[in-house]
């Protein structure tokens, strides 16, 4: 068996390690757009280091005992901050978390569910109502994972992403 997963905030000197992770995960999903049908998304994968510039915005890896990042997600402490189509944005006490991947090598260990578990405990510690995050039908273990959980379909958060279904979700914390 295979040693667990360190979960922790991402260090600035592993940020292009983590974007290039995410565009290997993401561009690989069957039936999920290619870079070059979607450069600006992939563009904000390889950038990723950039949202953590951002207020309220986290990092967060799933690194081996040898600091090999297995994983990584995006937590929003602040909606605002989120960055997605539809009406997430203007969602309030409320956290969000995008761009969740786990590299092939280390898929079937439950990396994608502690860092998940990671993202919402960070929400019920800053005292919000709900998480929020988007997926789509390409991300099949994904979107077992947070039925799995206990998140929602909240259909009034889906969006187009140049055409592109976009699925969303909450999870409620605490009743508003």
């Not at 290997?24 to 998304?41: D, H, I, M, N």
Request: hydrophobic residues 40%; aromatic residues 8%; glycine residues 12%.
């Amino acid at each position: 068996m295979a040693a667990p997963a360190l979960i922790r905030e991402a260090r600035p000197d592993e940020y292009e390690a983590l974007g290039l992770l995410l565009i290997a995960v993401y561009s690989t999903l069957e039936g999920f757009p290619t870079p070059r049908e979607q450069p600006a998304y992939y563009r904000t994968l390889a950038d990723v280091g950039a949202l953590a510039a951002r207020k309220n915005v986290t990092l967060l890896v799933a690194a081996s005992t040898d600091g090999t990042l297995l994983g990584g997600v995006v937590y929003f402490g602040d909606m605002t901050e989120y960055g997605s189509g539809g009406s997430a944005p203007t969602e309030r006490n409320a956290a969000g978390i995008r761009l969740l991947g786990v590299r092939s090598s280390a898929r079937g260990r439950g990396i994608g569910k502690a860092l998940t578990h990671a993202c919402i405990e960070r929400a019920r510690r800053q005292g919000r109502a709900q998480v929020i995050l988007h997926t789509t039908e390409a991300m099949h273990a994904a979107w077992g994972l947070y039925v799995s959980l206990g998140f929602r379909r909240s259909d009034d958060l889906d969006f187009l992403q140049e055409g592109l279904p976009v699925f969303g979700f909450r999870l409620r914390l605490m009743e508003e």
